[in-house]
């Protein structure tokens, strides 16, 4: 690759307002404040510790996907993804918070909306998964395994990058680039990201189906689906596709990348889009038609609860409509998948469809009734504005395009092709 280009890629950075920065601090302590606050009454600790669910597996989901959403750009070599590829990484820079979230939901909040933990279920094989020892003991060694493998594969990732300028480098981009020893380590890192990648996604299937079973199906007594598991974390791969769109959008226009991420890119991950809108939809309805052909009475409540009784079946249509329906319809014509802010426009639908579905799942088996009111709006609000403060400090810091990458051809007109 041309050097210039390199350097040119290296020197950018987004141009965040410092106005920017304090909303988004001030919101998220807002939303941590609100939460702290509720939590410690004893009268809504369990709404507080809800939303607080809600929030943790739908942002965390996303993050996570973030990274496997690149780890399958390399698997498959998809020269047209490379330009997307680090944006898709830089999801994952909420991972550390993800952690931190959820040794605090294990050690403090999960008997406040996991009814199992106070009362177990009369089932034995149920006892044993759902034992308060087992659950925290699997979710701590999954999610720090997955953390670890992630943080791996992010460094070697940016490392690729970063070799040989380490010394125009400050802070974390310079410990990152420090001791580079050239080309022969070059081709080392691409070996080890081609066996980090498969890995990562295998560890990923599992801890998000930990993630599934116990923080939203177990909410139901009654209610079991091997295919729980792949529908959370199949959604959430859906949510990164639908976030690294939002978020390349953005920077392509304030870093001025249009040179690097083309309509073509959008073209082509818009395709992803609905893609995944199919498979998210056929999941969802696979679940059903083994409760109806095995005839299993016993699991028709948590479909009545969600499909039969208002206010959760219009809000169940509504998440139809977000997740499947919309983007299904408005992304068949090319042209709402090359021109950005329409493509933008339908992420950020499916991205409101997809939390919602969260929260359709998890509510109505804590609850029978919504109290959603300013408490959830600032705790939301206030995961959000962390989750676009990780990704901001992340793409200051990281190149936002991976030039170091063998697959990235770099300017408009040479990246495109290679599917």
């Not at 999960?110 to 759902?130: A, D, H, Q």
């Not at 021109?339 to 639908?349: G, K, N, R, Y």
Request: glycine share 8%; with cysteine.
């Amino acid at each position: 690759m041309d050097e210039s280009i390199r350097e040119d890629l290296l020197s950018k950075r987004p141009s965040v307002s410092p106005v920017l920065w304090v909303v988004l601090l001030s919101l998220f302590f807002v939303g941590a404040a609100a939460f702290i606050a509720n939590a410690s009454k004893a009268d809504n600790s369990t709404n507080a510790w809800q939303i607080f669910l809600i929030n943790f597996v739908f942002w965390t989901g996303i993050a996570q996907a973030g990274i496997v959403f690149s780890c399958a750009l390399r698997i498959t070599q998809a020269r047209w993804g490379r330009p997307l590829l680090r944006v898709s990484e830089s999801l994952g820079s909420f991972l550390p918070v993800s952690f931190i979230l959820l040794l605090i939901f294990l050690f403090i909040g999960k008997g406040n909306v996991l009814p199992y933990i106070n009362n177990p279920y009369p089932f034995e094989s149920k006892k044993i998964w759902l034992d308060p020892g087992f659950l925290v003991g699997r979710h701590i060694i999954a999610f720090g395994v997955l953390f670890i493998l992630s943080f791996y594969y992010l460094y070697y990732s940016l490392r690729q990058d970063l070799g040989g300028v380490g010394d125009k480098l400050t802070g974390m981009a310079a410990w990152v680039a420090s001791g580079w020893r050239g080309e022969d380590e070059k081709e080392e890192i691409w070996k080890k990201l081609i066996k980090l990648a498969p890995a990562v996604a295998l560890v990923y299937t599992i801890t998000s189906s930990f993630i599934g079973w116990d923080f939203m199906m177990a909410l139901d007594e009654h209610w079991f689906s091997t295919m729980f598991g792949p529908y959370y974390f199949m959604a959430s791969i859906l949510g990164a596709v639908g976030m690294t769109i939002v978020l390349s959008s953005y920077l392509r226009k304030h870093m001025n990348l249009f040179d690097y991420i083309s309509d073509n890119q959008y073209w082509d991950i818009g395709k992803i889009l609905i893609g995944f809108s199919m498979f998210w939809v056929y999941l969802m309805f696979a679940q059903y038609l083994t409760i109806w052909y095995g005839n299993m009475p016993e699991e028709t409540g948590f479909v009545i609860a969600r499909t039969q009784t208002e206010p959760f079946k219009t809000l169940s249509w509504v998440v139809l409509s977000c997740c499947f329906f919309f983007p299904f319809v408005s992304l068949i014509p090319r042209s709402t998948k090359v021109i950005t802010p329409l493509i933008v426009f339908i992420s950020m639908i499916s991205l409101a469809g997809l939390w919602l579905e969260k929260f359709v799942l998890i509510v109505p088996s804590v609850s029978h009734v919504i109290n959603f009111g300013w408490v959830d709006i600032l705790v939301t609000t206030g995961f959000a504005s962390a989750f676009v403060l990780t990704f901001l400090l992340f793409i200051k810091t990281f190149p936002a395009i991976p030039v170091g990458d063998p697959l990235f051809g770099g300017k408009v007109g040479k990246a495109h092709g290679g599917h």
